[in-house]
């Protein structure tokens, strides 16, 4: 699947990004289907390694569905490409935002969840810049529309992020006046994770993301810290997800 969107090129004129989605992985649940979440890789990553992962939880009512980002030059990388969701500099507030590769990427997103039954609890979740991805999905959500005007039309009833930050935290507390835009940020539940001894994305961001989130009307938000863990997962934080999802989603069984 690719997706194109404008971009302004040399000379003014509009020029248009092609952005082409790698294979995805879908990782049935073993029970009763009650909630379908899309899970996003890391950078460099894929959704085959993740799916491997979510397989193994305890959540047998929930169907992943782990797409694999687009190859595309990163400026981190000085151009290099890499599997990314989208292009960043740096993760400061002033660093430009790729709101045009976030919005393919969120829009996505959409169209894996747009094909579920509709009494399927929808969700989005994601890893370092996946978890990016997911809250700016999130921020679309409250919004009702993606960076590009265009109507974000789907509803959430999750979003995960681990070892992320939010993207475009500027222009969050813009996207989420009016009332039903309040309404859709404080009652969408969200979980982030971090540990505080990330050498990638450093906890500080995951911190001021959660702050942000939070002071701007996103109420029902959990913040998880995890005093000497790096960038990287462990049993303990995936328990938490669990645990989350299972009460968040109100799904059957438990963990077991």
């Known amino acids: 699947m690719s997706f194109s969107g404008p971009s302004i090129g040399s000379g003014g004129r509009t020029a248009r990004r092609a952005f082409e989605f790698g294979r995805t992985y879908v990782v ?3 029970g009763k289907h009650q909630a379908t979440i899309v899970w996003l890789h890391g950078l460099g990553d894929n959704g085959s390694s993740w799916s491997q992962l979510l397989e193994t939880l305890p959540l047998p009512n929930i169907k992943w569905i782990c797409p694999t980002s687009p190859a595309q030059p990163l400026t981190l990388f000085g ?14 507030e002033d660093a430009h935002q790729d709101v045009e590769g976030m919005d393919a990427s ?3 997103v959409l169209g894996l969840l747009s094909t579920e039954p509709p009494n399927i609890k929808l969700g989005v979740g994601g890893f370092s ?25 789907t509803h959430l009833d999750a979003v995960v992020g681990l070892s992320g930050w939010l993207p475009c935290a500027k222009d ?3 996207k989420v006046e009016g009332e039903e835009a309040a309404n859709r940020a404080s009652s969408l539940p ?11 994305v450093r906890f500080r961001y995951g911190e ?3 702050e942000k989130l ?12 995890y005093e000497s863990l790096g960038h990287y997962t462990i049993p303990e934080e995936m328990d938490e997800v669990c645990s989350w999802l299972t009460s968040k989603l109100e799904l059957e069984g438990g963990k077991s």
């Open 106 to 108: 969120a829009a996505h």
């Open 208 to 210: 001021k993301s959660a």
């Open 214 to 225: 939070s002071t701007t009307g996103f109420k029902s938000l959990t913040f998880k810290s």
């Open 28 to 30: 049935k649940p073993k």
């Open 79 to 92: 151009g290099f490409p890499t599997t990314a969701w989208f292009d960043v500099s740096d993760l400061s």
């Open 129 to 153: 810049m996946g978890a990016a991805t997911a809250l700016y999905s999130a921020s679309c959500f409250s919004h009702g529309k993606f960076g590009n005007g265009n109507t974000y039309s």
């Open 172 to 174: 969050l507390s813009k």
């Open 190 to 200: 969200v979980l982030l994770c971090h540990g505080k001894a990330d050498d990638v």
